[in-house]
């Protein structure tokens, strides 16, 4: 089986990594760009439940992933799998890393090879990252 690079981004905020990390896991939805990178659209919302990340619009739900390790205030791993079978599932982590202006933020997604798409999911992911950790960002930023 052919290896698929992982997807490395980070971004840095000006918030403490403890800060960063709650606003990060505990209040994705009022930072995460639902209507564009979500399964069902504007007006469902996000949020991690019992050790698991949960799409929810209306009655009904969609698994993103399950939490792997939860260290606060310095790593969340899980898997990821958003709309797709769990069979497909790839690997996110993200550090929370102390920075002189803040903490910098470092997304590690890999484990491409499981998912259908492959390549194709990957390249996806790597232009979605950045507009999702934008969005991070700037809510981190103003609070």
């Given at each position: 089986?052919?290896?698929?690079?992982p997807?490395?981004?980070?971004?840095?905020?000006?918030?403490?990594?403890?800060?960063?990390?709650?606003?990060?896991?505990?209040?994705?939805?009022?930072?995460?760009?639902m209507?564009?990178?979500?399964?069902?659209?504007?007006?469902?919302?996000?949020a991690?439940?019992?050790?698991?990340?949960?799409?929810?619009?209306?009655?009904?739900?969609?698994?993103?992933?399950?939490?792997?390790?939860?260290?606060?205030?310095?790593?969340?791993?899980?898997?990821?799998?958003?709309g797709?079978?769990?069979?497909?599932?790839?690997?996110?982590?993200?550090?929370?890393?102390?920075?002189?202006?803040?903490?910098?933020?470092?997304?590690?997604?890999?484990?491409?090879?499981?998912?259908?798409?492959?390549?194709?999911?990957?390249?996806?992911?790597?232009?979605g990252?950045?507009?999702?950790?934008?969005?991070?960002?700037?809510?981190?930023?103003?609070?």
């Open positions: 089986m052919e290896t698929i690079a997807i490395r981004r980070e971004v840095l905020v000006a918030v403490p990594p403890e800060r960063a990390f709650d606003l990060f896991t505990g209040s994705m939805g009022r930072w995460w760009p209507a564009t990178h979500s399964v069902y659209g504007a007006g469902a919302t996000v991690f439940e019992q050790g698991r990340l949960v799409e929810r619009l209306g009655d009904q739900s969609a698994e993103w992933g399950v939490v792997l390790a939860w260290e606060p205030p310095h790593l969340l791993r899980m898997t990821w799998h958003p797709n079978p769990v069979e497909e599932s790839t690997d996110l982590t993200v550090r929370f890393l102390p920075h002189d202006r803040g903490t910098r933020v470092e997304l590690v997604h890999a484990g491409w090879e499981r998912h259908a798409l492959g390549e194709q999911a990957a390249r996806n992911y790597g232009d990252w950045p507009i999702v950790l934008g969005e991070f960002a700037g809510v981190a930023n103003t609070a």
